[in-house]
């Protein structure tokens, strides 16, 4: 890893675990090129990447401070589905099914997505108890995520991977209910059009874009669950189960 990016990373941790509080001023350049070792190019780096990821705040003549973070109530949290699929006591594996660099691609949404870089591909099919649960069809920013490119992503599904090693501040999910296509279906084990949960999920790390999943699993084997409440803390359940 780049050392901007690993000094991007030491402090994303610390603010996202709660360890830097919001308001708290961060060390000034000069104590950080002496701890890291590193020339003010490679600080400034670090710490435009953390405002553009909206976690810190540069102030003229005053310094750098921890963002005061948005609120956002959350209706439904990011899963690790292969932690939900074990939790039921049943066996996961994931199935890679497509992993390629793609160019700057010409859709105005993948582009935003890619940012300056090239997008991630990573298509690949859920199984529990070794019969399909789901497929997802994921694009990465290879640009928010260099470190995706070269990852052990055969076993670990870039779910999990990404929720072990990019902290996230804002999600959207757009859940609805569609036929399979024929390729669909031919990797999940059914019919050609029959009905699946369709999961739409884009991620972001302040201002910058993370990833894009698409994920279809089969309407009898995974569900959904919001529980709602007046507070802004409600607490969000998402599920899987094998029936």
């Given at each position: 890893m780049p050392l901007h990016e690993r000094i991007r990373s030491d402090f994303e941790g610390r603010i996202l675990g709660g360890d830097l509080a919001p308001g708290e001023r961060l060390p000034?350049?000069?104590?950080?090129?002496?701890?890291?070792?590193?020339?003010?190019?490679?600080?400034?780096?670090?710490?435009?990447?953390?405002?553009?990821?909206?976690?810190?705040?540069?102030?003229?003549?005053?310094?750098?401070?921890?963002?005061?973070?948005?609120?956002?109530s959350m209706v439904l949290d990011v899963p690790d589905i292969a932690a939900q699929v074990q939790e039921r006591g049943q066996d996961y594996a994931y199935r890679p099914l497509m992993r390629r660099l793609r160019p700057v691609p010409a859709d105005e949404e993948e582009r935003l997505l890619a940012g300056s870089g090239a997008l991630m591909q990573l298509d690949g099919l859920h199984l529990a108890d070794g019969n399909p649960l789901g497929i997802e069809f994921r694009l990465v920013s290879a640009?928010?995520?260099?470190?995706?490119?070269?990852?052990?992503?055969?076993?670990?599904?870039?779910?999990?991977?990404?929720?072990?090693?990019?902290?996230?501040?804002?999600?959207?999910?757009?859940?609805?209910?569609?036929?399979?296509?024929?390729?669909?279906?031919?990797?999940?084990?059914?019919?050609?059009?029959?009905?699946?949960?369709?999961?739409?999920?884009?991620?972001?790390?302040?201002?910058?874009?993370?990833?894009?999943?698409?994920q279809l699993f089969l309407g009898d084997a995974y569900d959904m669950v919001a529980r709602f409440g007046p507070r802004a803390d409600s607490d969000p359940i998402a599920s899987a189960r094998q029936l």
């Open positions: 000034i350049e000069q104590d950080l090129m002496q701890q890291y070792g590193c020339s003010r190019m490679t600080v400034n780096k670090a710490l435009s990447a953390l405002v553009t990821a909206g976690l810190i705040d540069r102030r003229k003549k005053a310094g750098t401070f921890v963002a005061r973070p948005k609120v956002h640009a928010a995520v260099p470190e995706i490119v070269n990852a052990d992503l055969d076993t670990v599904p870039p779910g999990t991977w990404l929720l072990q090693h990019v902290p996230w501040t804002e999600a959207e999910t757009r859940i609805s209910a569609v036929g399979v296509s024929a390729d669909e279906a031919a990797w999940l084990g059914v019919p050609a059009g029959s009905p699946c949960l369709c999961v739409e999920r884009r991620t972001w790390r302040g201002a910058e874009r993370i990833t894009y999943v698409r």
